[in-house]
């Protein structure tokens, strides 16, 4: 099967307006982002690019969702994760040799509905996953827990972000706290999708 040529149709497409309950999807090799977390991430394919300045053209967040198979350069929705992070875009610069670096922050996980076809990248209808409350005074037992293991763990770090140790102790959200600890930690990409879902 041929791949599409991402950029002619970017060239020729139409715009047209994504629906309200949709997402612009942009598709991550080996890159995982978690809710609450700040991340940088660089974009060069043509795909991805224009994901990523449609979002930011209608001012709208944008879906970080990991390729299943991150050597596919052109993926199309049986290549993804079911289930990704929405991101807001707090930075975007573009460097001298056309990669586009972006800060982000994850707001909340989502899962896919269904991809909708028409745009020059993925665009997805998504369902918002809410984090399960946790109030019992066992799951608070072991946020003390996690607290204490994740700040030890950090301080043994040797290029341990600045102020993570800090993140870690003021988040009073066993869910926040969790995956702040799980997308510092020296773990496979495919364990942090698992983690993420």
């Not at 715009?15 to 612009?24: L, S, T």
């Not at 974009?43 to 390729?67: D, H, T, W, Y």
């Not at 573009?94 to 076809?117: C, N, S, Y």
């Not at 030890?152 to 702040?180: M, N, W, Y």
Request: charged residues 25%; negative net charge; contains cysteine.
């Amino acid at each position: 099967m041929e791949t599409p040529d991402v950029t002619a149709k970017a060239a020729t497409a139409p715009v047209r307006d994504i629906p309200a309950d949709a997402i612009v999807i942009v598709p991550m090799r080996d890159h995982v982002l978690f809710p609450e977390v700040v991340s940088p991430i660089a974009i060069r394919r043509p795909m991805s690019v224009n994901a990523a300045q449609a979002a930011m053209r209608e001012s709208k967040p944008f879906g970080v969702l990991m390729q299943r198979d991150s050597a596919v350069d052109e993926p199309v929705p049986g290549d993804m994760h079911g289930m990704g992070t929405i991101a807001n875009v707090l930075r975007y610069v573009m460097a001298p040799d056309e990669t586009h670096h972006l800060i982000v922050q994850g707001t909340k996980r989502f899962r896919i509905v269904e991809f909708l076809d028409g745009w020059p990248f993925l665009v997805a209808r998504i369902e918002e996953v809410e984090e399960p409350e946790t109030g019992t005074p066992e799951a608070e037992a072991r946020l003390l827990n996690l607290r204490q293991q994740a700040v030890e763990a950090v301080q043994l770090l040797p290029e341990a972000p600045r102020g993570l140790a800090e993140a870690i102790q003021g988040s009073g959200c066993a869910a926040t706290r969790a995956d702040t600890v799980a997308a510092y930690l020296d773990i496979g990409t495919a364990l942090k999708q698992d983690i993420l879902e």
